[in-house]
């Protein structure tokens, strides 16, 4: 996964949507990215999209689906419409193992020019393959944009990707090359530790 030098419009598969907002810090997330950042109709009301929402104590107390339309009523995400004409493209991607929702995004992104939001490894790998093109990012880079952008203490960064693996199940890949930060994030080194890689 390159670092994400030339920031695209992006639209997010459903892996994305609910770490993003299982951090709580969706909103400021979004508006910290210098592009559009949307989200399939169909991902959006068709896949499940849960993040579990009880106290801090037992977050697995209970589970609630998860609401965009206040981002989109805010203008900070944007719905894209899935055409008939991304039906093709979306058949042809999932001969190559894709899922639905994966597709579904792909599909679109590439129709209207956009990259593609995505954690999973082997799904970007594909995609990279088939679609060499589109650009393509993932949770953890879009959470260092945040951070770097924005100067969020790194208190404060730690605190949305904790949220994020507790509420949303997120789980960065061994592969990934701000898995050193992630973890140093996770293992509290940030007390001490300044926050230097930078993704522009």
Same mark, same amino acid.
């Given at each position: ?5 030339? &920031? ?18 969706? $909103? ?5 990215? &210098? ?11 068709? $896949? ?8 801090? $104590? ?24 899935? $055409? ?29 020019? +956009? ?8 799904? +970007?790998? /594909? ?18 944009? +945040? ?9 404060d960064v730690c605190t949305a990707l904790?949220?994020? /693996?507790? /509420? ?12 050193? +930060? ?19």
């Open positions: 996964m390159p670092d994400l030098l030339s &920031p695209a419009p992006l639209l997010l598969d459903a892996s994305c949507v609910i770490s993003l907002y299982a951090s709580s810090q969706m $909103e400021p997330i979004l508006r910290a990215y &210098p592009a559009q950042i949307g989200v399939v109709d169909v991902v959006r009301t068709g $896949e499940i999209l849960d993040v579990w929402d009880g106290p801090d $104590e037992n977050v697995r107390q209970h589970k609630s689906t998860v609401n965009l339309l206040s981002f989109i009523a805010a203008g900070v995400l944007v719905e894209a419409p899935f $055409e008939n004409i991304d039906v093709k493209m979306v058949l042809n991607l999932a001969a190559h193992g894709l899922n639905n929702g994966e597709c579904a995004t792909m599909a679109v992104a590439y129709r209207l020019g +956009w990259g593609l939001g995505i954690d999973n490894v082997s799904a +970007w790998r /594909r995609i990279a393959a088939l679609l060499p093109q589109v650009s393509l990012a993932s949770t953890s880079q879009l959470l260092k944009h +945040w951070a770097d952008t924005q100067h969020i203490t790194l208190k904790q949220s994020m /693996r507790r /509420r949303g199940g997120y789980r960065f890949q061994k592969h990934d090359p701000l898995g050193d +930060w992630l973890q140093q994030l996770l293992d509290g080194s940030h007390k001490t530790t300044p926050n230097k890689q930078n993704l522009g």
